[in-house]
């Protein structure tokens, strides 16, 4: 593994490469996972140069407080709420490790807890990203940890569905949204699989969940493929969102990739993880 400090609209970065894929990890704001990609090949990640995404947090998080997408992946907390938004807009420290680098941001204080993102390089086009919440409290907390993946606008995402048979009861779940318009263009419903493919044209939001074993998403992007895996041992009523491990959301600026951890109780200085692994072909 290769690591260098770059830059990009949020200043700098970590670049880490092995010479097939790279990624940039910002250091200034976040950590976001702002750039990702084969080398040489176009950054797959949505970066809000604009700043098109945004949030007032003052009632939350004090006065001029906001929150921004900036984009690429991130780490957030579920269930969604107004406190989710967190504003990580302070440096972030790292430390080189080897065929990979862990990047912790400040304590988000009010919530309680120190995120932490671990990458490694692991061969084939493929990295595991593990990421962390550590209770800092002196009190038990319940937590569920967001894995999202901000991609550009503009590619074809397949997630397969359940194909066990259960005989009488139902074997999968399709969790919707109060936006949704169900007749949507960008969405297709197979027997085996959905389909949701964004574009700049076709305005306003989608938002579509399902409880995978294991986890599994492919998001096509020119001629470009990113998949995420998570293995998963627990059961669908231990996630929330109607029982929904994984989620995409769409509309026209941003294509998301989502996952969830099942719900832990992290006693103090204990902490929840979740690692998703990474293919980029």
């Known amino acids: 593994m ?6 990009c609209f949020l ?4 670049e880490l490469t092995d010479g097939k894929i790279y990624l940039a990890v910002t250091l200034d704001v976040g ?32 006065e001029g ?15 969604e709420d107004e406190t989710t938004y967190y504003p990580d807009c302070n ?15 400040p304590v988000w204080a009010e919530r309680g807890v120190q995120p932490k ?8 086009g493929k990295v595991s990203v593990d990421m962390s919440l550590t209770n800092v409290t002196d009190k038990e907390k319940e937590l569920c940890l967001w894995a999202l993946t901000v991609m550009k606008c503009g590619g074809r995402l397949v997630v397969p569905l359940s194909s066990e048979d259960t005989g009488y009861l139902a074997n999968r779940n399709l969790v919707i949204w109060h936006y949704n318009d169900v007749k949507d263009p960008r969405f297709e419903l197979e027997n ?3 389909i949701l493919t964004s574009n700049k044209v076709c305005k306003g939001p989608f938002k579509v969940g399902t409880y995978l074993k294991p986890i599994y998403a492919e998001y096509t992007y020119g001629n470009t493929t990113f998949i995420k895996e998570v293995e998963v041992t627990a059961s669908a009523n231990q996630y929330p969102d109607f029982c929904s491990n994984m989620e995409t959301y769409t509309n026209e600026h941003i294509h998301e990739v989502e996952t969830l951890s099942p719900f832990k109780k992290v006693a103090p200085n204990d902490n929840i993880s979740h690692v998703e692994i990474w293919t980029i072909k």
Request: hydrophobic share 30%.
């Open 65 to 79: 407080k906001k929150w921004h997408i900036y984009g690429g992946h991130r780490i957030w907390i579920s269930p």
């Open 91 to 105: 440096p972030v420290s790292y430390e080189l490790k080897e065929n990979g680098a862990i990047f912790t941001p």
């Open 117 to 124: 993102l671990e990458i490694t390089f692991i061969g084939e």
């Open 2 to 7: 290769e690591s260098k400090i770059g830059s």
């Open 31 to 62: 950590p976001r996972i702002i750039k990702m990609g084969k080398v040489g090949g176009e950054n797959l990640m949505y970066e809000d140069v604009d700043d098109n995404v945004n949030k007032d947090v003052s009632k939350e998080y004090g």
């Open 11 to 14: 200043g700098r970065t970590l």
């Open 192 to 194: 085996d699989r959905f």
